[in-house]
């Protein structure tokens, strides 16, 4: 049992390169988050989907790129790195029918640590 | 601007020691949620809390509620290095009709032996 598995783990850009941070969940989740988080910052969302084709601005947008054409995938696009954007991510997957409030959380994955110098 | 505001923000204490952690808004929501992070891995969900004063008891940890669904707390009974972790509170805001979480900044808590 997987559930949310990010890639790569680990990734140094250079001040105005791309690149995609992959995402992707096998519970069959509806809902998938991107988050941020900085040192005692706590997480904030970056972009949200509540199901293939339907994506939606978080928090802290500006910079990134989301699309989900399919429930299982939510890749996370970044253009024009810039040192304000090193940080660690987490994608994150939730359900709005599990009737069991005990599972009613977030599945995260284990995080990309990104640097951008 | 954090809508969730934890205290304290770190912790550190003996084994066999108790302690609290406080989770605390000025804004009204529909539940709420604890989680467990520790060192490079993502945030694990402990428990979720819906109803106001509502109490819930997880072995040795103990999460409350709060009457105005505005706060919340976390207690650990005799702690354990294995209780070592960032505690984050998260919660669903009343007017939120997608149920997005709100994230407090964390709680670091070290347990020594």
């Known amino acids: 049992n997987a559930g949310v598995t990010q890639t790569p783990k680990f990734r140094i850009l250079k001040i105005g390169q791309s690149m995609t941070l992959q995402c992707t969940q096998d519970m069959n989740h509806n809902y998938m988050y991107w988050y941020r988080q900085d040192p005692g910052m706590g997480l904030k969302l970056i972009y949200y989907s509540v199901g293939a084709g339907i994506t939606d601005k978080g928090e802290v947008p500006n910079g990134y790129n989301v699309s989900r054409s399919t429930t299982e995938d939510f890749p996370l696009r970044l253009e024009l790195a810039a040192p304000s954007q090193t940080s660690v991510y987490f994608c994150?997957?939730?359900?709005?029918?599990?009737?069991?409030?005990?599972?009613?959380?977030?599945?995260f994955g284990s995080g990309t640590r990104l640097t951008v110098v | 601007t954090q809508l969730l505001k934890q205290s304290p923000q770190f912790l550190s204490i003996q084994e066999g020691e108790n302690l609290t952690v406080y989770c605390n808004s000025s804004?009204?929501?529909?539940?709420l949620q604890w989680y467990r992070q520790e060192p490079g891995e993502g945030p694990v969900l402990l428990v979720t809390?819906?109803?106001?004063?509502e109490v819930k008891k997880l072995k040795r940890l103990t999460f409350q509620f709060g009457d105005a669904r505005k706060d919340s707390s976390l207690h650990i009974t005799a702690a354990q290095p294995g209780d070592t972790g960032l505690y984050l509170c998260?919660?669903?805001?009343?007017?939120?009709?997608?149920?997005?979480?709100?994230f407090g900044a964390g709680t670091q808590v070290v347990v020594t032996p």
């Open positions: 804004s009204v929501f529909s539940s």
């Open positions: 994150a997957s939730s359900s709005p029918f599990i009737e069991d409030r005990d599972r009613m959380g977030y599945t």
């Open positions: 809390v819906v109803t106001g004063g």
């Open positions: 998260a919660g669903v805001m009343t007017t939120d009709s997608w149920g997005k979480l709100q």
